[in-house]
């Protein structure tokens, strides 16, 4: 008797976003300092080389959940948006943002506060967070182009990280301490880019 090929089970999340997932995962069970990269390979169901083959280390698991906060934010941008201002358009995305990170809030408070005790893996996360705020810029319409352009990544990049803290300590349902905290941000950054030329 022939033996029938049994169908494989066809996983809808790519090799990527099980490993992002696994690590968002680990992160809520556990101080995300003490999660390595075989932990995060076994959660995924992944070998290590296999692992190891798409992403570096961690803080590149962590770009590609940045990456993934950034297509669903901007996915969320509204018809409308044309009719709204640059700075209000903003104030939209990266409330959007903070209330996609709540999703998975346990686990990103386990990750910032693993960054006390690996504070170089703060400091390389910067870039990517940098290329983050590109990409609502972009999204509002924000040229970011040239030094000019630099300079508002730079100035949003700020706004973001103040806000954050914010959202640390924020359990409100809806985020009013966080959202008083971007828009007290933005304005000062706005008038600072206004007196500036930017």
Request: aromatic share 8%; no cysteine.
């Amino acid at each position: 008797m022939v033996k029938k090929a049994t169908a494989k089970k066809t996983d809808p999340h790519t090799s990527q976003d099980r490993a992002v997932d696994a690590m968002l995962e680990l992160a809520a069970a556990m101080p995300f300092e003490m999660v390595g990269l075989k932990d995060i390979a076994q959660e995924a169901g992944l070998s290590l080389p296999e692992l190891a083959g798409l992403f570096e280390d961690k803080m590149e698991i962590l770009a590609a959940y940045g990456r993934r906060l950034d297509q669903k934010v901007m996915g969320n941008v509204p018809d409308i948006a044309n009719d709204m201002s640059p700075r209000d358009l903003l104030f939209d995305l990266l409330m959007d943002r903070f209330e996609e990170l709540n999703n998975d809030r346990a686990a990103i408070l386990s990750i910032l506060s693993g960054f006390k005790f690996d504070p170089k893996e703060a400091i390389f996360s910067l870039p990517h967070l940098s290329k983050s705020m590109t990409w609502m810029l972009e999204a509002a319409s924000v040229p970011t182009g040239g030094y000019k352009g630099a300079a508002r990544v730079l100035g949003l990049t700020g706004v973001y990280l103040f806000a954050l803290r914010a959202w640390q300590k924020d359990e409100s349902e809806d985020l009013s301490k966080t959202m008083a905290a971007l828009d007290r941000a933005l304005e000062r950054t706005e008038r600072w880019a206004q007196s500036f030329g930017l």
